[in-house]
């Protein structure tokens, strides 16, 4: 098939889960079509499968906002009638799937049909979606779709729950390239740089919003390292970035974070960690978790969303109410406080990990094409 992927090319999961679809399907014998103001970050490779095409929108000083979803709907109307697309599939709704419903208007003007698939991913239901100034926008380009697909059963729930609904919502679970994440023994496995053998290791990774409760990772972190030696890796940039940096100069734990911004190498860092932090407010699903377990490192989560989905409390890790830190920290520090046990949980968050394998989700996703192509 020909697929144009439409997603945010940022360090965000749903750009992330975007490219690594496109560059498997590529794999696969498709010819992938990247359509977006940027190449995706994880877009490493560009092959005789796989295009990326960028959506430029002029400066006009007439328009106080430039308008990119008129930009989008018309690059996709162009690609899809050069490269002779036949689906699009858009990674979340706002302004995606709206852009790609006006695209695939104006092309059935010229007797083109092309479907198009919807992935809902989180924030653009949960946080953004539902804002009043959205909310139209967003449950039409929903209901307008050819198919749509929701990362965890939680969003779909929240989805149905929040707008009114009409379509029918695939749960297609994020997935992870198991052969990138090897557990037990990378090859250059940096360990012995970031911290001294009686260390362990602690690892955040998020785009440090609001929504990610970054004191809460570091809260946690102060009441582990009281109790052993302990580093904290913290990966991502944003907003939260000077509260955090704050937070640990007032607690004197400075030393003890190593910082790294905005991180291509997520494998390589995860590869030596013994415990990944998660304390979300909400998360539809909770990639960095799935990655941090392929790696064979436990999870400390909040109770929230689609993360029980992924993480399974007692086996890969603990699950706490949101905002509870003392109990995060008393599963954190149960954790890693004896070897053996480390090394059961270390184990049994690869094995739980093994059911995203990306050899098992992909096909979902083309036998959704194929039969959303069947019906046009
Ligand atoms: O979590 C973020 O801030 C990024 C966001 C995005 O839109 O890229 O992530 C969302 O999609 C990811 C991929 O499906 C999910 O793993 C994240 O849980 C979800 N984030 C939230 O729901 C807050």
Redesign the pocket.
């Known amino acids: 098939m020909k697929i144009g992927i439409v997603c ?1 090319p ?1 360090f ?6 975007a490219t690594e679809l496109g560059l498997e399907l590529s794999k696969r014998g498709h010819e992938i079509h990247f359509i977006t103001y940027s190449q995706p970050v994880r877009l490493e490779l560009i092959s005789n499968n796989v295009h990326y095409h960028e959506v430029n929108v002029p400066e006009y000083p007439l328009f106080h906002y430039q308008p990119y979803e008129l930009a989008l709907s018309s690059k996709l109307v162009d690609m899809v009638k050069l490269h002779k697309i036949e689906v699009l599939h858009v990674h ?1 709704a706002i302004p995606h799937a709206y852009a790609a419903y006006m695209a695939k208007k104006m092309l059935q003007e010229e007797g083109i049909n092309v479907p198009i698939v919807t992935t809902l ?4 239901i ?2 953004v979606g539902n804002h009043p100034f959205y909310k139209p926008a967003v449950t039409f380009s929903i209901n307008k779709s050819d198919a749509v697909t929701a ?1 965890s059963k939680s ?1 779909k729930d929240d989805t149905l729950r929040l707008f009114n609904i009409k379509n029918n919502i695939h749960v297609v679970p ?1 997935f992870i390239d198991l052969e990138k994440y090897k557990h037990n023994g990378f090859p250059d496995c940096q360990r012995g740089m970031m911290a001294k053998e009686d260390e362990k290791i602690i690892t955040h990774i ?2 440090l ?1 609001p ?2 409760r970054v004191q809460d990772v570091i809260s946690v972190f102060y009441n582990i390292q009281k109790e052993m030696p302990a580093k904290l890796m913290f990966i991502g940039e944003g907003p939260e970035k000077e509260k955090v940096e704050a937070m640990c100069n007032e607690l004197g734990i400075l030393n003890k974070i190593v910082f790294f911004g905005k991180s291509n190498e997520i494998d390589k860092i995860l590869c030596f960690s013994d415990l990944f932090l998660l304390p ?1 407010q ?7 978790a ?1 990655e941090a377990m392929a790696s064979g490192v436990p999870v400390i989560s909040s109770n929230t ?2 993360i029980p989905e992924v993480n399974v409390h007692g086996v890969s890790g603990y699950l706490s109410n949101v905002g509870d830190v003392e109990d995060m920290s008393k599963n954190a520090i149960h954790i890693l406080s004896d070897e053996k046990r480390l090394k059961q949980f270390k184990d049994a968050a690869r094995k739980e990990s093994l059911k995203f394998d990306l050899h098992s989700i992909v096909p979902k996703y083309e036998a959704i094409y194929q039969d959303t192509l069947s019906k046009c």
């Open positions: 945010y940022t965000g999961g749903s750009g992330v889960v979340y991913h989180g924030t653009d949960t946080l990362v969003l994020n998020s785009n919003r929504v990610k979300s909400t998360e539809s699903f909770g990639l960095a799935l969303g689609g």
